[in-house]
């Protein structure tokens, strides 16, 4: 009879430890977790402070090129354009002038688009909608490519962060397209639904695959979208929101999805 209490209080006790042994290491995982996940929370703030900076020096960057570059073109087109009126130029001087502030002009349309780039009045103003098709509309003045607009469902509006950072998602892509890919054509959907906004962007460049052979041979071209892609991700992780690519026949379809968490006022 003892011996079976021994064994009994023997099984007992090592289960006891087991037990003691199983909690502790849950503990300890428990602990760990929560640790990761306070340094990801801890590094996703340190994200956010960065881009808020970065926002900031655009804004800068763009307050300074409307103050400086944009004002002195300006001012210098409307000298040349005074000089014209002057009756002992000859007419091949007049011309030249003429060609001048043609490109003045041009000059200056383009350091405004630049200036809307760094910092979108309209993104605040009217909504992440109205900004892309701003977007879109400025590139097509490039004519060097094609880029079509096209949006389905009801507009909302968006936590201005969110819309900021999609808003900038969208642009690090397009930019990639033009820059990198050697697209010729680029088209743009926005889908609005109950509960997500799903943006595709499809462009028919040389696509992913044939992008890593083509970085081989130049590393210059394709470099800057190889530094490009993991910062789309790092944004879109930021608020929620997820990026992936779909294989097409040509070129590279870039799908964001972001869910809509509350209810987003809807645009008139």
């Given amino acids: 009879m003892g011996y079976y209490v021994i064994m009994i209080?023997?099984?007992?006790?090592?289960?006891g430890m087991l037990a003691s042994m199983y909690y502790s290491q849950a503990a300890r995982r428990q602990q760990r977790e929560d640790e990761l996940m306070k340094e990801n929370d801890q590094l996703k703030q340190i994200m956010k402070d960065q881009q808020e900076l970065l926002e900031e020096e655009r804004v800068r960057i763009g307050h300074d090129l409307h103050d400086d570059l944009a004002q002195l073109l300006a001012g210098t087109r409307l000298a040349l354009g005074n000089l014209r009126l002057e009756p002992t130029l000859s007419g091949r001087n007049k011309s030249l002038l003429l060609r001048i502030d043609h490109d003045l002009n041009d000059l200056l349309n383009r350091i405004q688009n630049i200036i809307w780039n760094l910092s979108p009045a309209e993104l605040s103003d009217k909504g992440l909608s109205h900004a892309l098709w701003k977007m879109c509309d400025q590139l097509k003045e490039l004519r060097s490519f094609y880029i079509d607009f096209l949006e389905?469902?009801?507009?909302?509006?968006?936590?201005a962060a969110d819309e900021l950072l999609i808003f900038r998602i969208v642009q690090e892509i397009v930019n990639n397209a033009m820059r990198h890919s050697l697209a010729w054509n680029i088209n743009m959907k926005m889908y609005w639904t109950e509960t997500q906004l799903k943006i595709e962007v499809k462009d028919d460049g040389i696509g992913r695959e044939r992008a890593a052979t083509t970085e081989r041979t130049s590393k210059s071209s394709r470099s800057?979208?190889?530094?490009?892609?993991?910062?789309?991700?790092?944004?879109?992780?930021?608020?929620?929101?997820q990026v992936t690519t779909e294989p097409i026949a040509?070129?590279?379809?870039?799908?964001?999805?972001?869910?809509l968490r509350s209810n987003p006022t809807t645009i008139s």
């Fill in 152 to 159: 389905m469902g009801k507009a909302k509006r968006l936590p």
């Fill in 9 to 15: 209080v023997s099984v007992m006790a090592f289960m």
């Fill in 224 to 241: 800057g979208q190889g530094r490009g892609l993991p910062g789309i991700q790092k944004r879109a992780e930021l608020i929620g929101a």
């Fill in 250 to 259: 040509k070129g590279t379809l870039f799908i964001v999805s972001y869910p």
